[in-house]
């Protein structure tokens, strides 16, 4: 089965400073990973997906299959980037979530 | 863009009540979810659902609970009796077989059990 670790419950950046959110994954297949952003009380939207390797927001991901890893990175953060932030992967037909971690931009 | 549609968008009912969440997947996908969100927790996987049956289930997803699609279009979840601790966002999504790419989630259902 896959499963998809959050290390950090919370983080708290100010504005402009980089941030990095962790994801490590385990899965005996090929991974599809997925980062997807809820705003406050809002539905989950996708942010992006490891296989277009595009950047959404200024965000972008890497999947590192030796580290296991998906961590999201943006080099500035903007206030409104505050929400919740979950690491998703995509196997046996389903998609499983990561506890997310909820992002807060400070001014 | 298709979306993914559910009834209704707040649901309150009283605790023992069955409530039934109403989902209308995308029309020409296949795998049909479930998933619960408790209010400042994490996406908790429920259910998925294909050809009718269930394909895979959570040890959340116990006998409280029952999945069906009742016609060509609706795909429903119903928690029997409900209980305080049901209160949560419910979230259904529908994609094309073994595909992420059409993966799509819905609105969600948030349920108040009172």
């Known amino acids: 089965a896959q499963r998809v670790t959050q290390p950090e419950k919370l983080l708290s950046v100010f504005k402009g400073a980089p941030v990095e959110l962790k994801c490590n994954y385990s899965?005996?297949?090929?991974?599809?990973l997925f980062w997807y952003v809820q705003y406050s009380r809002q539905r989950l939207q996708l942010l992006l997906r490891h296989i277009s390797r595009e950047s959404i927001k200024g965000f972008t991901a890497d999947l590192n299959k030796g580290e296991t890893s998906f961590h999201l990175k943006k080099p500035f953060a903007q206030e409104e980037d505050s929400a919740m932030y979950y690491c998703a992967l995509w196997g046996n037909n389903d998609m499983r979530f990561g506890a997310g971690t909820r992002l807060t931009v400070k001014p | 863009e298709p979306e993914v549609t559910q009834t209704p968008s707040h649901q309150v009912t009283q605790m023992g009540q069955e409530v039934i969440l109403r989902c209308v997947p995308i029309s020409n996908h296949l795998y049909f979810y479930w998933y619960r969100q408790i209010l400042g927790q994490k996406v908790e996987f429920l259910v998925s659902?294909?050809?009718?049956?269930?394909?895979?289930k959570s040890e959340i997803f116990d006998d409280q609970f029952s999945v069906e699609r009742p016609d060509g279009s609706n795909f429903t979840l119903k928690i029997r009796s409900t209980k305080l601790e049901d209160s949560a966002m419910y979230f259904c999504?529908?994609?094309?077989?073994?595909?992420?790419?059409?993966?799509?989630f819905g609105s969600g259902t948030r349920l108040t059990v009172v």
């Open positions: 899965y005996s297949g090929s991974p599809e």
């Open positions: 999504a529908s994609s094309e077989q073994g595909s992420s790419f059409g993966y799509t």
């Open positions: 659902f294909y050809n009718n049956e269930i394909s895979e």
